[in-house]
């Protein structure tokens, strides 16, 4: 198998750069977070709706809207890995970084609905 031929070479014969292991350990380690923040906070505000459970909901609440900051810090340093890899943001830190802001900015909603009424 020549050097033209390898899998791991681009069109020029050079080795294509690779994502940081640092990069993929956080974002793996940051889907998981991430999913298990997305079911949290959908448990909380369906489950913990009613009026009777609105001081958990509130407690509960700050400490996952914590979670969701972290969250997005953490997007923001495995972005910084890549960049300085030289290599563009892979569609899976765009879609993660997405989907913790839409769900924070939900729960945030959710807990200004929750002190109005």
Do not use: N
């Not at 050097?3 to 050079?14: H, K, T, V």
Request: proline share 4%.
């Amino acid at each position: 198998m020549s050097a033209r031929e390898s899998p791991w070479l681009d069109d020029l014969g050079q080795s294509s750069p690779q994502l940081p292991l640092e990069a993929v350990v956080l974002g793996l380690v940051g889907w998981g977070v991430l999913i298990f923040y997305m079911v949290a906070q959908s448990l909380l505000a369906f489950a913990l709706a009613q009026a009777r459970w609105l001081e958990l909901k509130l407690s509960l609440e700050t400490y996952l809207l914590l979670l969701g900051l972290i969250l997005h810090i953490q997007w923001r340093r495995v972005e910084r890995l890549v960049w300085e890899a030289g290599l563009p943001r892979p569609w899976w830190l765009s879609l993660a970084d997405c989907l913790s802001f839409v769900t924070t900015f939900w729960a945030c909603s959710t807990v200004v609905y929750c002190l109005i009424i």
